[in-house]
T-cell receptor, first 115, second 107 residues
Framework: DTAVSQTPKYLVTQMGNDKSIKCEQN?????MYWYKQDSKKFLKIMFS???????INETVPNRFSPKSPDKAHLNLHINSLELGDSAVYFC??????????????FGPGTRLTVL | GQNIDQPTEMTATEGAIVQINCTYQ??????LFWYQQHAGEAPTFLSY????GLEEKGRFSSFLSRSKGYSYLLLKELQMKDSASYLC????????FGPGTRLSVLP
């Protein structure tokens, strides 16, 4: 069984569209994350949720809105997509937050291409 | 702010030992992480250090010196499958990743 899953795996869309990426974890973890990895492979944290509550919200345009309907899901909605949003988006989860010593498990990634 | 530096690329031979360094400047410190990422795949968590010293996990060890703003990841008995990028990340006031070190293991 997949521990952290994301859908879709690939997403190609036009500039200005609105799209969502879904993430689910079946590990029973309390904390979930969204990361963005750009074309230069630079990885950056975007959001962290603990038990459905927003913990970390890095400097991300407010076109990006995370939604956590329950602690097993953390979806990412992006409004008015821009060319610069093209990247690979990784979801991850861990039992505790970043200040804990436990392992973070990453999903396979969603490659978003904005045309 | 936070700044993290790692060598861009390293090459080593199968069976050897390699040390990947990470230096950082940070406001506050809540821990340092190492990740492995194979090309086209998701990162894999390797280690977490919050206290000074060496943490060993099988063939991989991670060292931290908070006073020097320095960490290293030590890989022993290198295997071809260890060819990957290794990312250092620091959790201070923010959670910031380094640029990554691409390691090539040659036969």
């Amino acid at each position: 069984d997949t521990a952290v899953s994301q859908t879709p795996k690939y997403l190609v869309t036009q500039m200005g569209n609105d799209k969502s990426i879904k993430c689910e974890q079946n590990l029973g973890h309390d904390t979930m994350y969204w990361y963005k990895q750009d074309s230069k492979k630079f990885l950056k944290i975007m959001f962290s949720y603990n038990n459905k509550e927003l913990i970390i919200n890095e400097t991300v345009p407010n076109r990006f809105s995370p939604k956590s309907p329950d602690k097993a899901h953390l979806n990412l909605h992006i409004n008015s997509l821009e060319l610069g949003d093209s990247a690979v988006y990784f979801c991850a989860s861990s039992q505790e937050g970043l200040a804990g010593a436990d392992t973070q498990y990453f999903g396979p990634g969603t490659r978003l291409t904005v045309l | 702010g936070q700044n993290i530096d790692q060598p861009t690329e390293m090459t080593a031979t199968e069976g050897a030992i390699v040390q990947i360094n990470c230096t950082y400047q940070t406001s506050g410190f809540n821990g340092l992480f190492w990740y492995q990422q194979h090309a086209g795949e998701a990162p894999t968590f390797l280690s977490y250090n919050v206290l000074d010293g060496l943490e060993e996990k099988g063939r991989f060890s991670s060292f931290l010196s908070r006073s020097k703003g320095y960490s290293y990841l030590l890989l022993k008995e290198l295997q071809m499958k260890d060819s990957a990028s290794y990312l250092c990340a620091v959790y201070g006031q923010n959670f910031v990743f380094g640029p990554g070190t691409r390691l090539s293991v040659l036969p």
